[in-house]
């Protein structure tokens, strides 16, 4: 079974702190994916990566950067949190074709105060 | 830009009830990949089906049914007899083509299906 793990359930941060979320998978996936979730919106995609130190904005990377040094690890940067930035946050890893599902982690549910 | 609608933001049923869950979707490209999600309460995405563009026969998995229509650009999810535990929020999704060879999804806004007793 594929396992994606967030580093963190739930998490509370400061406004201008620098936030650090971590994802780990275990199957060698080449896709690797952070969204957000909030009501009424569904998910939104932030960033995506498809190979190892490659990086692609989504649809709201504003605020956020990513880093990828290792296949199995993607991290999302919150660089300077804000509260609009509260939100859950949803890791996601793939192979790398387009009929492939994406396995998700648990989420971290991220609270800026 | 592709699109997924959901209307449906909220259904209530109760239990043995069967519910359809609509998905619209809107694609220019000829090949693409339509995946359904659910997430239970515990707040992980769970991986329900997959169905290619190329593909329009239905499916049933026991109590779950996908029914594919291109010509409506429909891709709708019924649940027959169903249960508590499908209490859940339910995702439908748009594989789009990204840089050639790769792919993101595009989410529909779920729908929360309650199943009370």
């Known amino acids: 079974d594929v396992k994606v793990t967030q580093s963190s359930r739930y998490l509370v941060k400061r406004t201008g702190e620098k936030v650090f979320l971590e994802c780990v998978q275990d199957?060698?996936?080449?896709?690797m994916f952070w969204y957000r979730q909030d009501p009424g919106l569904g998910l939104r995609l932030i960033y995506f990566?498809?190979?190892?130190?490659?990086?692609e904005k989504g649809d709201i990377p504003e605020g956020y950067s990513v880093s990828r040094e290792k296949k199995e690890r993607f991290s999302l940067i919150l660089e300077s949190a804000s509260t609009n930035q509260t939100s859950m946050y949803l890791c996601?890893?793939?192979?790398?074709?387009?009929?492939?599902?994406?396995?998700f982690g648990d989420g971290t549910r991220l609270s800026i105060l | 830009a592709q699109k997924v609608t959901q209307a449906q933001t909220e259904i209530s049923v109760v239990e043995k009830e069967d519910v359809t869950l609509d998905c619209v979707y809107e694609t220019r490209d000829t090949t693409y990949y339509l995946f359904w999600y659910k997430q239970p309460p515990s707040g992980e995405l769970v991986f329900l089906i997959r169905r290619n563009s190329f593909d329009e026969q239905n499916e049933i998995s026991g109590r779950y049914s996908w029914n594919f229509q291109k010509s409506t650009s429909s891709f709708n999810f019924t649940i027959t007899a169903s249960q508590v535990v499908d209490s859940a929020v339910y995702f439908c999704?748009?594989?789009?083509?990204?840089?050639?060879?790769?792919?993101?999804?595009?989410f529909g806004k779920g729908t929360l299906l309650t199943v009370n007793p």
């Open positions: 999704a748009l594989s789009e083509v990204y840089g050639g060879s790769n792919y993101k999804l595009t």
């Open positions: 996601a890893s793939s192979l790398s074709w387009g009929n492939q599902p994406q396995h």
């Open positions: 990566s498809y190979d190892v130190k490659m990086k």
């Open positions: 199957m060698d996936h080449e896709n």
